[in-house]
């Protein structure tokens, strides 16, 4: 059974640029979260897919977009980047029914910088 | 409005137990949680509780919720150096759509 990996470790970007962040599910699961972590902050919850559709999100604004596919993986795309982007951005898998999820798997994050 | 409050820092000695707190403000949550995050690590679920349960026990780890004052503990009986992280509280909240509400992290440091 893998865990959830998530690419690339590191990116830099520019301010005004897209970025794009993937990330595979562990094995089984069918849901996706996904949150952004600046330094000596918890995590913010951006939002979740199930069944690639989302269910759940939190207060970022439209530039903060995701899919997911059929095998549950998953993207996070952000548009026009500000330099308050810059955090870890980290994925969590889990199987859920819909709802809230009770154990969700974290990845090891993508560091973003938006220089 | 949403938020999760904890203390920033918590030190302790090894062998004595550890209480690290949590308030929330919203009161439609379905589960809460405490998580571990070790530097340069991911974020480990440590435990969860129903929020229609005041306690649960698991092995070294208990966790207590009042939920009238919205107040959220962790407790760790026997601390080790191991312990040493940042402690997260978080929620799960069911309004119309599904949200999870972290707190800011209580750092852990364990003295020998």
């Known amino acids: 059974e893998t865990g959830v990996t998530q690419s690339p470790t590191h990116l830099i970007k520019t301010r005004g640029q897209q970025v794009t962040l993937r990330c595979s599910s562990q094995?089984?699961?069918?849901?996706v979260s996904w949150y952004q972590q600046a330094l000596g902050q918890g995590p913010q919850f951006i939002f979740q897919y199930y069944r690639e559709e989302e269910n759940g999100r939190g207060n970022f604004p439209p530039r903060f977009s995701g899919l997911q596919f059929p095998n549950y993986s998953s993207e996070l795309n952000v548009n026009a980047l500000e330099l308050d982007d810059s955090a870890l951005y980290l994925c969590?898998?889990?199987?859920?029914?819909?709802?809230?999820?009770?154990?969700?798997?974290f990845g090891p994050g993508t560091r973003l910088t938006v220089t | 409005g949403e938020d999760v409050e904890q203390s920033l820092f918590l030190s302790v000695r090894e062998g004595d137990s550890s209480v690290i707190n949590c308030t929330y403000t919203d009161s439609s949550s379905t589960y809460l949680y405490w998580y571990k995050q070790e530097p340069g690590a991911g974020l480990q679920l440590l435990t969860y509780?129903?929020?229609?349960?005041d306690m649960k026990q698991d092995q070294r780890l208990t966790v207590l919720l009042n939920k009238k004052d919205k107040h959220l503990s962790l407790r760790i009986a026997d601390t080790q150096t191991g312990d040493s992280a940042i402690y997260f509280c978080?929620?799960?909240?069911?309004?119309?759509?599904?949200?999870?509400?972290f707190g800011t992290g209580t750092r852990l440091k364990v003295l020998a």
């Open positions: 509780i129903f929020s229609n349960m």
């Open positions: 094995s089984g699961h069918n849901t």
């Open positions: 969590a898998s889990s199987h859920s029914s819909g709802g809230p999820s009770i154990e969700q798997y």
């Open positions: 978080a929620e799960s909240v069911t309004s119309g759509t599904y949200k999870y509400i």
